[in-house]
């Protein structure tokens, strides 16, 4: 079974500076995909960053980069330059795809606030 | 439509009443997701479809929950007999199948009370 695993449950930061949101996973999988998703008080979850396992190179999305240990099973999120607006919970994922079944797996989330 | 929509946004209910959740996923998206994300957790995978078909409902946690798509369009996720235990935010996501991008678009979802 798939599991993922976020060890901080809540998490602060003041604005403009730098923090990593921790997350590890389970899987005897060797292709799988890793994700981190956003969600606001609006409840809606939005797609912050992807990493497929195959790949070497750690993915970057502007202000949001990973830190992506496969040997380790780690997958880390840093944030540079936060913003208020980055306040939200985040929750890290893992998904097999298994004939078009794009299943994710998450974690319990970690709740970001950013200090003005 | 523009996002995945869901309705209603909140629902009260009695305990051992029926309740159907509705989610109207992004025009064009074959796949459509169901999870429920009870307070404190992470979403919880309950049932996907592919077109008008569940092809996995591996997540549904017993024979109260059932959910249709008829259409290939809308679906409708249906619960018997509710329980507190079933109180919880229901979240639908949408996607294009076979892309491989993981991006899952979703609703806002709809939080049941069960009394």
């Known amino acids: 079974a798939q599991t993922v695993t976020q060890s901080q449950p809540e998490m602060s930061v003041q604005e403009a500076e730098t923090v990593t949101l921790s997350c590890t996973y389970d899987?005897?999988?060797?292709?799988?995909?890793l994700f981190w998703y956003k969600q606001p008080p609006s409840r809606q979850m939005i797609l912050v960053i992807r990493q497929e396992a195959y790949k070497q190179q750690n993915a970057t999305e502007n202000r949001f980069s990973v830190n992506f240990q496969k040997a380790a099973k780690s997958f880390s999120l840093k944030i540079s330059d936060s913003q208020l607006g980055d306040t939200a919970m985040y929750f890290c994922?893992?998904?097999?795809?298994?004939?078009?079944?794009?299943?994710?797996?998450f974690g319990k989330g970690t709740k970001l606030t950013v200090n003005p | 439509g523009a996002g995945v929509s869901q309705t209603p946004s909140n629902k009260v209910t009695e305990k051992g009443k029926y309740v159907e959740l509705r989610c109207d996923p992004i025009s064009g998206h074959t796949a459509l997701y169901w999870y429920r994300q009870s307070l404190g957790q992470g979403p919880e995978f309950l049932i996907y479809?592919?077109?008008?078909?569940?092809?996995?409902d591996s997540g549904l946690p017993n024979d109260r929950f059932f959910a249709v798509r008829p259409e290939g369009s809308v679906s409708t996720l249906k619960i018997q007999r509710t329980e507190r235990g079933d109180s919880a935010v229901y979240l639908c996501?949408?996607?294009?199948?076979?892309?491989?991008?993981?991006?899952?678009?979703f609703g806002e979802g709809s939080r049941l009370t069960v009394l």
């Open positions: 899987t005897s999988e060797n292709n799988y995909y």
């Open positions: 479809f592919q077109g008008t078909g569940a092809a996995d």
């Open positions: 996501a949408s996607s294009q199948t076979g892309q491989g991008t993981g991006e899952l678009f």
């Open positions: 994922a893992f998904m097999i795809e298994r004939g078009g079944s794009e299943k994710l797996v």
